[in-house]
């Protein structure tokens, strides 16, 4: 079962150290320092690397050009421009750091400093520094901090080695993108993961997709700092990897790159207009339990819930005991409206009929159910309203009633409550990116008020983040349902053990995968899942074509092109 919680004590702050090839850093560069200084921590040394370059003969370089990577090189220098990595001076940033120039001695592809400069640097005493330039460094000089020389590779260390960043993700539509913060050694690609990421790869737009990697990386070098200041023998985990080293892609490459960045995003856009996701609920006689333990066998139980219309779907659904009686919880999206209300169906009307539940001027779904002090309460997804808000179920007017907001000026998506050694957590995703960075607030009442975990997001997966359902225990475990929405939304739900859970650590380890339902219909989904000692309710999901759908997605493209 997860740890106890504690109090928070007051963290200490970490002094770092860089080591670049200028002052002007990329853009995403920039932000990881600002973000570790506005925390609190500090910039104490710059080490800027002085080394000269050998002047080649012009015949030499004509001789030994990399002419078969020549259509990427003139691409990467003066075609391709992502917002991530532009030029930002950091001078005013860096102003109180010591700037130390350093000359290294290159053998083959490393590059090693000297024992002098090496002994400077140590006298700084520096808790970790940052590599955002010099190549591969090998010798003495990856010990000179406590904590060791941290390195981005922004790609999965165990898929891709190598480079260029996120490229051959794009290139070879891998479904996924990790980002790893690992400590150096004498191991190419090979270092101690700190930390690991991971988006879903955007396999039409490299542009878009090389921003998302750099940008949202910029915050790992903040939470590894985070997890050491409450656990100072965090070691992270040695790789062992026996990836593939990528290359920068040939002439040829290039060219089916370009080829397929052009098909692919037509194909994006036409899907986009001609191709719908349209889920509905499906309920099953047996327990969470049995379900977890024989997913297999619901494919002869489940039943499928009544569609209102070709223009709406049903999904998210919620279990609730009223007086006895089962009943269901869930969300109706209309595609004509844009927007979804809350229903809910009862076990005495064999879940036949839909009841309205709550409406809103703003979208609602995602309506978890809590029970406290026996009445029923319901968290609904309302990120359109800019909070957190909680309703009470009436069970003689069979409505949900406004009771409170807990948590004001945030976006927050599926938001999840459970009560655990004490204290409330409240589980949520955001809108800007509702499938990747997991948060986590708690309080020490229900109804708050709220305070953010010491660690935020305190996970960030796009296959493992954003949550699929109530927390529950399942033989003294602590299990946390997660959607995995790498391949696309709701591609399965994953089971996660939750081994800590306090206000200033969050650990968990993956169990067990759910795949969607293998039935005719709504097969190729699933991203919901709660249950009790009788019924089991899922989503399933399939594609289809609505004219409402096709409307509304050619008037969202219309106007984002006129912002």
Same mark, same amino acid.
């Given at each position: 079962?997860?740890?106890?919680?504690?109090?928070?004590?007051?963290?200490?702050?970490?002094?770092? #150290?860089?080591?670049?090839?200028?002052?002007?850093?990329?853009?995403?560069?920039?932000?990881?320092?600002?973000?570790?200084?506005?925390?609190?921590?500090?910039?104490?040394?710059?080490?800027?690397?002085?080394?000269?370059?050998?002047?080649?003969?012009?015949?030499?370089?004509?001789?030994?050009?990399?002419?078969?990577?020549?259509?990427?090189?003139?691409?990467?220098?003066?075609?391709?421009?992502?917002?991530?990595?532009?030029?930002?001076?950091?001078?005013?940033?860096?102003?109180?750091?010591?700037?130390? =120039?350093?000359?290294?001695?290159?053998?083959?592809?490393?590059?090693?400093?000297?024992?002098?400069?090496?002994?400077?640097?140590?006298?700084?005493?520096?808790?970790?520094?940052?590599?955002?330039?010099?190549?591969?460094?090998?010798? /003495?000089?990856?010990?000179?901090?406590?904590?060791?020389?941290?390195?981005?590779?922004?790609?999965?260390?165990?898929?891709?080695?190598? *480079?260029?960043?996120?490229?051959?993700?794009?290139?070879?539509?891998?479904?996924?993108?990790?980002?790893?913060?690992?400590?150096?050694?004498?191991?190419?690609?090979?270092?101690?993961?700190?930390?690991?990421?991971?988006?879903?790869?955007?396999?039409?737009?490299?542009? =878009?997709?090389?921003?998302?990697?750099?940008?949202?990386?910029?915050?790992?070098?903040?939470?590894?700092?985070?997890?050491?200041?409450?656990?100072?023998?965090?070691?992270?985990? /040695?790789?062992?990897?026996?990836?593939?080293?990528?290359?920068?892609?040939?002439?040829?490459?290039?060219?089916?790159?370009?080829?397929?960045?052009?098909?692919?995003?037509?194909?994006?856009?036409? $899907?986009?207009?001609?191709?719908?996701?349209?889920?509905?609920?499906?309920?099953?006689?047996?327990?969470?339990?049995?379900?977890?333990?024989?997913?297999?066998?619901?494919?002869?139980?489940?039943?499928?819930? #009544?569609?209102?219309?070709?223009?709406?779907?049903?999904?998210?659904?919620?279990?609730?005991?009223?007086?006895?009686?089962?009943?269901?919880?869930?969300?109706?999206?209309?595609?004509?409206?844009?927007?979804?209300?809350?229903?809910?169906?009862?076990?005495?009307?064999?879940?036949?009929?839909?009841?309205?539940?709550?409406?809103?001027?703003?979208?609602?779904?995602?309506?978890?159910?809590?029970?406290?002090?026996? !009445?029923?309460?319901?968290?609904?997804?309302?990120?359109?309203?800019?909070?957190?808000?909680?309703?009470?179920?009436?069970?003689?007017?069979?409505?949900?009633?406004?009771?409170?907001?807990?948590?004001?000026?945030? $976006?927050?998506?599926?938001?999840?409550?459970?009560?655990?050694? *004490?204290?409330?957590?409240?589980?949520?995703?955001?809108?800007?990116?509702?499938?990747? &960075?997991?948060?986590?607030?708690?309080?020490?009442?229900?109804?708050?008020?709220?305070?953010?975990?010491?660690?935020?997001?305190?996970?960030?997966?796009?296959?493992?983040?954003?949550?699929?359902?109530?927390?529950?225990?399942?033989?003294?475990?602590?299990?946390?349902?997660?959607?995995?929405?790498?391949? &696309?939304?709701?591609?399965?739900?994953?089971?996660?053990?939750?081994?800590?859970?306090?206000?200033?650590?969050?650990? /968990?380890?993956?169990?067990?995968?759910? !795949?969607?339902?293998?039935?005719?219909?709504? $097969?190729?989904?699933?991203?919901?899942?709660?249950? $009790?000692?009788?019924?089991?309710?899922?989503?399933?999901?399939?594609?289809?074509?609505?004219?409402?759908?096709?409307?509304?997605?050619?008037?969202?493209?219309?106007?984002?092109?006129?912002?």
């Amino acid at each position: 079962m997860a740890e106890k919680s504690t109090e928070p004590s007051q963290p200490q702050q970490f002094r770092f #150290g860089i080591l670049c090839n200028s002052l002007q850093l990329e853009q995403w560069q920039s932000n990881a320092i600002r973000l570790l200084i506005e925390t609190g921590h500090s910039l104490e040394l710059i080490v800027l690397n002085a080394t000269e370059s050998p002047a080649l003969p012009l015949s030499e370089k004509i001789l030994h050009y990399p002419y078969k990577r020549l259509l990427f090189r003139l691409w990467n220098r003066f075609i391709f421009r992502p917002k991530s990595k532009k030029p930002d001076d950091i001078s005013h940033v860096a102003a109180n750091a010591k700037v130390l =120039a350093c000359k290294v001695s290159v053998r083959g592809f490393s590059s090693y400093f000297s024992s002098e400069d090496v002994a400077s640097m140590q006298s700084f005493q520096l808790d970790f520094m940052l590599r955002f330039g010099f190549n591969i460094i090998r010798g /003495e000089v990856l010990s000179v901090a406590r904590f060791g020389i941290w390195s981005f590779h922004h790609d999965d260390e165990e898929v891709v080695r190598g *480079g260029p960043p996120g490229f051959w993700e794009v290139y070879h539509q891998m479904h996924t993108n990790g980002v790893i913060l690992q400590r150096l050694n004498d191991m190419l690609d090979k270092g101690i993961v700190l930390k690991k990421v991971r988006f879903r790869t955007i396999k039409h737009a490299y542009r =878009a997709h090389l921003d998302q990697l750099y940008f949202e990386s910029a915050r790992l070098p903040l939470q590894v700092c985070n997890q050491l200041m409450h656990k100072p023998d965090f070691a992270g985990t /040695e790789s062992n990897s026996k990836a593939p080293i990528y290359h920068p892609p040939t002439n040829s490459q290039m060219l089916s790159f370009w080829f397929r960045m052009a098909w692919r995003r037509i194909r994006f856009h036409l $899907n986009d207009l001609f191709r719908q996701e349209d889920w509905n609920i499906g309920l099953i006689e047996s327990s969470l339990e049995n379900f977890i333990r024989h997913p297999d066998e619901a494919e002869k139980q489940v039943k499928w819930f #009544g569609k209102p219309s070709a223009s709406t779907y049903l999904a998210d659904p919620f279990l609730a005991t009223v007086a006895g009686e089962q009943f269901v919880f869930f969300e109706l999206f209309d595609y004509k409206k844009g927007k979804a209300v809350l229903l809910f169906a009862r076990e005495k009307e064999n879940f036949d009929r839909y009841h309205p539940l709550l409406a809103e001027d703003f979208h609602l779904s995602f309506p978890f159910v809590f029970t406290l002090e026996e !009445d029923i309460y319901v968290i609904p997804e309302c990120f359109e309203a800019g909070k957190i808000n909680i309703y009470r179920f009436d069970p003689t007017t069979e409505k949900l009633l406004f009771h409170q907001c807990i948590l004001d000026d945030v $976006n927050a998506v599926d938001p999840v409550l459970h009560h655990h050694n *004490g204290l409330w957590y409240l589980f949520f995703t955001t809108k800007d990116m509702p499938s990747v &960075h997991l948060y986590i607030y708690w309080a020490e009442q229900a109804f708050g008020p709220y305070r953010p975990h010491h660690n935020n997001p305190v996970k960030t997966d796009v296959s493992n983040a954003r949550m699929a359902g109530s927390i529950f225990l399942l033989d003294g475990k602590l299990i946390r349902p997660a959607q995995d929405n790498g391949a &696309h939304y709701g591609t399965a739900v994953v089971l996660n053990e939750i081994t800590t859970l306090t206000p200033e650590r969050f650990e /968990e380890t993956m169990i067990q995968r759910i !795949d969607p339902i293998h039935t005719r219909a709504f $097969n190729q989904g699933l991203h919901t899942l709660n249950g $009790n000692h009788r019924f089991t309710a899922i989503d399933g999901k399939r594609f289809v074509f609505t004219f409402a759908g096709f409307w509304r997605q050619l008037r969202q493209k219309f106007e984002s092109r006129h912002q």
